[in-house]
């Protein structure tokens, strides 16, 4: 069974850092791509980064460009998100997701969610 546990949400002000992680089981992670998608009520959910399966390539949404970094760890079955310079319309629900297909991963149809770590940014 397929298990992503994210972790590292909260509350920062305008400006600062948080890192997320997701803690991955249940599959054979290094085979399978990975990212971050975040929700925000009333709009789509929107992809935040995503990794390819050994680290190769990645992917980010254009509003964080420049302010996050995805990595992970293949031996720790790990991926982290690390946010820099917050601005509080990254306020939202931030899920870690993985899928074997890139395409998949990058348009909004991963095959399996986490449960979602809250992200707010004060202004």
């Known amino acids: 069974q397929v298990q992503l546990v994210e972790s590292g949400g909260g509350l920062v002000q305008a400006g600062g850092s948080l890192r997320l992680s997701c803690s991955a089981s249940?599959?054979?992670?290094?085979?399978?791509?990975m990212g971050w998608y975040r929700q925000v009520p009333q709009k789509e959910r929107e992809l935040v980064a995503a990794?390819?399966?050994?680290?190769?390539?990645?992917m980010y949404g254009d509003s964080v460009k420049g302010r996050f970094t995805i990595t992970r760890d293949n031996r720790k079955n790990t991926v982290t998100l690390q946010m820099n310079d917050l601005k509080p319309e990254d306020t939202g629900v931030y899920y870690c997701?993985?899928?074997?297909?890139?395409?998949?991963?990058?348009?909004?149809?991963?095959?399996?969610w986490g449960q979602g770590t809250q992200v707010t940014v004060s202004s």
């Open positions: 997701v993985t899928d074997r297909s890139w395409q998949s991963m990058t348009t909004a149809s991963p095959d399996f």
């Open positions: 249940g599959f054979e992670f290094r085979i399978n791509h």
């Open positions: 990794i390819s399966n050994y680290g190769a390539s990645q």
